[in-house]
Antibody
């Protein structure tokens, strides 16, 4: 069964770049869509974007040009970068694998990483 | 963006109760709807996809129905482990969007 393990810096200052990595164990990146989703404390879920096995990406327009999702097939990892962070970017960030070859459903999730933006 | 509205925002129920949560999309999404369960401090878990398909390992007391703009998640007999927050999510067109959540609490 696939497992997703995330890590990255948990405390950032405003204007810095958020950088998270999601390692995939027990499965390949190929043939799947990979999503990043976040959840501000006590609030709901927000989809940030996705990347597929072909390295094509699709981002939430609300993040404009601040977000980048990429894959490293040699390490079996997916990464998220979010530039120019503000307090509004404080959230738990999740990576998730799409179900089958569909981009719509997130069937396997990482454990989540809390990122706090504070001066 | 497609806006997803869940109702109720919270529901108090007892073990053994039948619980129904509804989700309405701001535009037609066919059957491009999923339901997730989330417990405090944990990642969401996929319960239902394509409106009515049960994800592997999910108990059969969970069921989903609907198409177009109106959808329902039903828990036929609430169990202690079902107390959690439930989210609907549309995947008809990007960006993927979620409902605001429905918290199922112990009565």
């Amino acid at each position: 069964q696939v497992q997703l393990q995330q890590w990255g810096a948990g405390l950032l200052k405003p204007s810095e770049t958020l950088s998270l990595t999601c390692a995939v164990y027990g499965g390949s990146l190929s043939g799947f869509y990979w999503n990043w989703i976040r959840q501000p404390p006590g609030k709901g879920l927000e989809w940030l974007g996705e990347v597929n096995h072909g390295v094509a990406t699709n981002y939430n327009p609300s993040l404009k040009s601040r977000v980048t999702i990429s894959v490293d097939t040699s390490k079996n990892q997916i990464s998220l970068k979010l530039s120019s962070v503000t307090a509004a970017d404080t959230a738990v960030y999740f990576c998730a694998r799409g179900l089958g070859n569909s981009s719509g459903w997130s069937g396997s999730w990482g454990q989540g990483t809390l990122v706090t933006v504070s001066s | 963006d497609i806006h997803m509205t869940q109702s109720p925002s919270s529901v108090s129920a007892s073990v053994g109760d039948r619980v129904t949560i509804t989700c309405r999309a701001s535009q037609h999404i066919s059957s491009w709807l999923a339901w997730y369960q989330q417990k405090p401090g944990r990642a969401p878990k996929l319960l239902i996809y394509a409106a009515s398909y049960l994800h592997r390992g999910v108990p059969s007391r969970f069921s989903g129905s609907g198409s177009g703009t109106d959808f329902t998640l039903t828990i036929s007999s609430l169990q202690p482990e079902d107390f959690a927050t439930y989210y609907c999510q549309q995947a008809n067109s990007p960006p993927v969007t979620f409902g605001q959540g429905t918290k199922v609490e112990i009565k």
